[in-house]
């Protein structure tokens, strides 16, 4: 038997199960057994990214002594388009002048 904690990061807080499974679990396997997807039904496990320690896993990939396997949700905002913006912000900004009224 290995130790294993199952991860799912909400908004305002972070849900931590700690189970005992068998040797030779899968990610999968563990996100069953930690009842979060019954608790969680916005949780599907053909679209959230999974991870081990921060490294992205697949559903199948064999869990390891003291492993921390995480459920990651869907990004709300694009990184990039959220660059761009304060990006064309800036350069709106900076066309202004800045110039203070005496």
Known sequence: MI???VIYALRDRQQTVRLTVEEGCTVKGAIERSGLLA???EIDLAKNKLGIWNKLAKPDATLRDKDRVEIYRPLIADPKE???QRAAEGKAMKKG???IAE
Request: no cysteine.
């Open 82 to 84: 959220v660059r761009k």
């Open 3 to 5: 130790n294993v904690e």
């Open 97 to 99: 002048g800045g110039d």
């Open 39 to 41: 608790e969680h039904p």
